[in-house]
């Protein structure tokens, strides 16, 4: 049987893969991928709770919510980072090193 | 309609007047391409001033909540709103004059500008955390893209980055932290969660689940105050971005943060409404509050101590100022909160004015290093003398408007049995005078550079006005005194359902 600490487990899983990829990633787009990945780690908690926990439908409208703004998020992301391949002709993060101290 | 929500949008109206600004100027910038520039800037300034002379009337209403709980109209709202609306109004007068924006299309800007101010409004206001996360992401996704204004810049292009991938993590681990708290106690409205933990949400194993969901979340508001460990990216985001920007940034949002983290840690996790706060025993998020305040003040100031770059050395002092700011919150008192507001107007108008300085010298040297603040006083003792006078209310020298701000959030901790922690900031208040005397030695003591001598500098009357409007507040508050104590102690009632 199949339970809500099933999905915490997976959530907690994909949350941590997402915080590695940030770090060690030094592919802006792959960065990227990372975020969106925290981003569904919290939108399946969200509905696991919803189903799981306390059966009402809180959880899975924030849900949508979430998911609306991760697509807003990724679109100013990838157009920064266009901007970026614009101006180095790289996405390579380690290029962007003008600001320091 | 509902009934209810009908009667809800008559208290919204700053609200709406906003977002109807916000359509027209992205319209008539579309539509007008030949007088677009001076009908963006009106349209924008009327749109701020209505929404500002829209949330007087608010200070009367009845404490409530409206649309089924979602936003809070109390006093501690309405205050922010009208704190922040000047603030975006300020920066729209700033921002024409600023030679790196004209460069710009800046219709643009405007939007951006009334973008986040909405988003600002609403985070000051957000009682629901599911208002409160779209509120903090509507100000952080319109910010990256005003940090990357200038797109052929690399710098600002690199700011924008960093500020990108550091805001998706923060607010990412902050939702993460929300959907926890979620799963406690079945809620996502900040009244509702703080009865849920009374009644044992909280307790046993569960406590430690609170514990973990308030650091993620305190992620967010970290990230959006700029306070230790996540301030990271204000460095390099200040560096980078347009100075008008930076100013904003280093004012709006901060303000807008600490908005929503006294609101969230006042009417979420306090054991007791009234006159004096506590916390769960489950969880001491005073403590943990207490030590970010202190380590943010202490990495800001010594930090700041060694930069070179004027704009990078006021982030650091942005940074410190935080931390004064949340020594205003953990006091857990009525005069706590006050000190809080105080800081935060006495704050706006020194910083804002430091930084108004720095855009009218680079519009002339186009540079922001220090060492171009050579010979200021022979090129303009007015801007030399302005600049004075904000760095020592900065160093929060009296009679300047920094020191009431400083004496308010001591004088709370001083109160509270807090005399160490006042102490404290006493002490990094002494470290905070040497690079802000600093500034002032370079602009007057130290010797030109041999060669062509600069020529004098001359403002624009526009210049000179908005000038004097940061000037006069910043050395005349005190004869105001009256009348901000009487505002900011009436601003402080929080809902608490």
Request: proline share 3%; hydrophobic share 55%.
């Amino acid at each position: 049987m199949i339970g809500l600490s099933h999905y915490l487990i997976i959530s907690a899983a994909l949350f941590s893969l997402g915080i590695m990829a940030v770090m060690t990633r030094k592919n802006a787009v792959n960065v990227l991928m990372g975020v969106e990945l925290i981003l569904n780690s919290a939108n399946l908690n969200l509905v696991a709770f919803s189903r799981y926990a306390w059966m009402n439908l809180d959880g899975q409208l924030y849900a949508v919510f979430v998911i609306v703004i991760a697509a807003a998020e990724a679109a100013v992301g990838l157009a920064i980072v266009l901007s970026m391949y614009r101006l180095l002709k790289s996405v390579n993060l380690d290029k962007a090193d003008t600001l320091k101290g | 309609m509902n009934p209810q929500i009908l009667k809800d949008l008559q208290a919204f109206y700053p609200e709406i007047t906003l977002t109807a600004t916000l359509l027209a100027v992205i319209l008539i910038d579309l539509a007008a391409p030949r007088i677009r520039q001076a009908t963006t800037f009106l349209f924008t300034a009327i749109g701020l001033l209505l929404a500002l002379a829209l949330t007087f009337p608010l200070f009367a209403a009845k404490s409530g909540t409206l649309f089924y709980g979602m936003v809070a109209l109390d006093p501690m709202a309405v205050f922010f709103k009208g704190f922040l609306i000047i603030t975006s109004f300020l920066i729209l007068l700033v921002a024409p004059g600023s030679k790196e924006i004209a460069k710009e299309h800046i219709g643009e800007f405007y939007t951006l500008l009334l973008g986040v101010t909405l988003g600002m409004v609403l985070l000051a206001s957000a009682t629901d955390m599911l208002m409160l996360f779209l509120a903090l992401e509507m100000v952080s996704v319109s910010s990256y893209i005003m940090v990357g204004y200038l797109s052929t810049e690399r710098q600002s292009n690199e700011a924008s980055l960093k500020y990108f991938l550091f805001g998706a993590v923060s607010t990412g681990s902050m939702l993460y932290g929300i959907t926890l708290l979620f799963g406690l106690t079945g809620t996502t409205k900040l009244v509702l969660i703080r009865e849920a933990i009374i009644h044992g949400a909280g307790d046993g194993n569960n406590g430690l689940m609170l514990l973990i969901a308030t650091i993620f979340i305190m992620a967010g508001f970290g990230f959006k105050t700029a306070s230790v460990p996540f301030h990271f990216w204000c460095p390099d985001v200040y560096t980078g971005a347009p100075t008008p920007v930076t100013a904003f940034l280093s004012v709006g949002p901060k303000a807008a943060g600490f908005a929503t983290l006294i609101r969230f840690f006042f009417t979420g996790l306090s054991d007791t409404a009234g006159s004096i706060w506590g916390f769960f025993p489950a969880m001491n998020w005073a403590l943990l509050v207490l030590m970010i305040s202190i380590i943010t003040m202490t990495l800001g100031n010594i930090a700041a101590l060694r930069q070179e770059n004027l704009k990078r050395m006021l982030a650091y002092s942005s940074i410190a100022h935080a931390g004064y700011i949340l020594m205003g919150v953990v006091v857990l008192t009525p005069q706590g909160l006050q000190s809080v507001l105080v800081y935060l107007i006495t704050y706006l108008f020194m910083n804002l004015g430091a930084f108004m300085v720095v855009i009218e010298v680079y519009n002339r040297t186009g540079s922001f290093e220090l060492n171009d603040y050579r010979g200021l006083w022979r090129r303009s003792p007015f801007l030399t003398i302005a600049m004075t006078i904000f760095m020592l209310s900065l160093m929060g020298i009296p009679p300047f408007a920094g020191f009431f701000g400083k004496l308010y959030v001591f004088g709370a901790a001083v109160n509270h049995n807090l005399a160490w922690f006042a102490v404290l900031g006493a002490l990094n208040s002494v470290i905070a005078v040497y690079y802000y005397a600093r500034v002032i030695k370079t602009m007057i003591i130290d010797a030109e550079p041999e060669g062509a001598q600069a020529p004098p500098i001359s403002l624009s009357w526009t210049s000179h006005i908005l000038m004097w409007a940061m000037l006069l507040p910043t050395a005349g508050l005190m004869l105001f005194w009256d009348r901000i104590q009487e505002i900011t102690s009436n601003s402080i009632t929080l809902f608490f359902g």
